[in-house]
């Protein structure tokens, strides 16, 4: 196997969907195959450690699965992934969205 096709059994993630990624960046110009490589690595690795961390985490070991409310509870409650609030934000109900803003509203009301 040659070098080119043995970095490409390594990663899961599909490198073109990467590519199109990093050029959406103004910032970008041209991208070295290598720093496509590292950087399609590094995001398999970081979402791998994301999961693992989520499963152990969350309920995903009693019921064998990764859920959303798992990742949204990692990203709430680890140091580590809590710049991923905004992205993974835990799921609310209608109703209690509009409660919550109803009070909010209230509270401005007072002052």
Known sequence: ???????????????????????SSPDVSSIN???????TKATELFVQHLALSS???GCGKETNSLSYSDLAKTAEESETFHFLTDILPKKILARDYLKSLEQM???????
């Open 55 to 57: 499963f152990n985490n």
């Open 33 to 39: 195959q290598d720093a496509l490589f590292l950087t």
């Open 1 to 23: 196997l040659s070098g080119e096709n043995l970095a490409k059994k390594t990663i899961s993630l599909p490198i073109s969907r990467v590519r199109l990624i990093m050029k």
């Open 105 to 111: 509203q209230e509270e401005d009301a007072d002052f």
